[in-house]
């Protein structure tokens, strides 16, 4: 069964300093993996997507991540921190190639201090 | 540019009572989503729709229910709330053709729901 992992419910960074939050997946095949922001009281916004193509995808944001399938992880990254990224970043896998059912983790809380 | 607008964002019911949460699109997506957020949990899907008239069971639809007579609305029932109900509820839609879709979902802004 394909499941994801967030390794950290909450992450600290100073605004300027590199962030990395951290994901590992399950899945019996090839997956499609997203990472989804939700800022305060809003609904959750796509930052990025990997779908069997390059392994290091560009979001938005200045945000990145790469696939590596020898680890099974897909670490969500950024070289310096914004206080407008403190959110809720949401690992995501596909069950199936249509999308039409994603595994979300649990989420991991990104504080942004001055 | 509405995107996903969803109706109520916030309601408080007591136990036993009943009520339909909104949701509408105007992107002309055919596929769209009933999600439900719990603390530290992560989303549950509850029901989905792949066009109107056709709706399926997510992991958890116990004590809902749903239908999708137009593409653009997809409304969320609850009958008998209960309080393991109380969560927050995404509504959200996608377009995928051909079995294959960019994988993207758009979310609407939520509706927080408290069973007393």
């Known amino acids: 069964a394909q499941s994801v992992t967030q390794l950290d419910s909450h992450v600290s960074v100073s605004e300027g300093t590199p962030v990395l939050l951290r994901c590992n997946y399950s899945s019996s095949y090839s997956p499609s993996l997203f990472w989804y922001v939700q800022h305060p009281n809003k609904g959750l916004q796509l930052l990025l997507k990997?779908?069997?193509?390059?392994?290091l995808v560009k979001g938005i944001n200045g945000f990145e991540a790469e696939f590596k399938k020898s680890e099974t992880s897909f670490h969500l990254t950024k070289p310096s921190a914004h206080m407008s990224d403190a959110a809720e970043y949401f690992c995501v896998v596909s069950l199936n190639t249509g999308f039409q059912k994603l595994v979300f983790g649990t989420g991991t809380r990104l504080l942004v201090s001055p | 540019n509405a995107g996903v607008t969803q109706t109520p964002k916030f309601r408080i019911l007591k136990i036993g009572q009943s009520m339909t949460l909104q949701c509408a699109q105007d992107?002309?997506?055919?596929?769209m989503y009933w999600y439900r957020q719990d603390p530290g949990m992560g989303l549950k899907l509850i029901y989905y729709?792949?066009?109107?008239?056709?709706?399926d069971k997510g992991e958890v639809p116990n004590g809902y229910n749903v239908s999708r007579s137009t593409t653009e609305d997809f409304p969320l029932r609850l009958e008998l709330a209960a309080p393991s109900q109380t969560s927050v509820y995404f509504c959200a839609s996608s377009y995928i053709s051909g079995g294959a879709g960019t994988g993207e979902l758009f979310f609407g802004e939520g509706s927080r729901l408290t069973v007393l």
């Open positions: 990997y779908t069997s193509a390059a392994t």
């Open positions: 992107m002309n997506h055919n596929y």
């Open positions: 729709s792949v066009g109107a008239g056709i709706t």
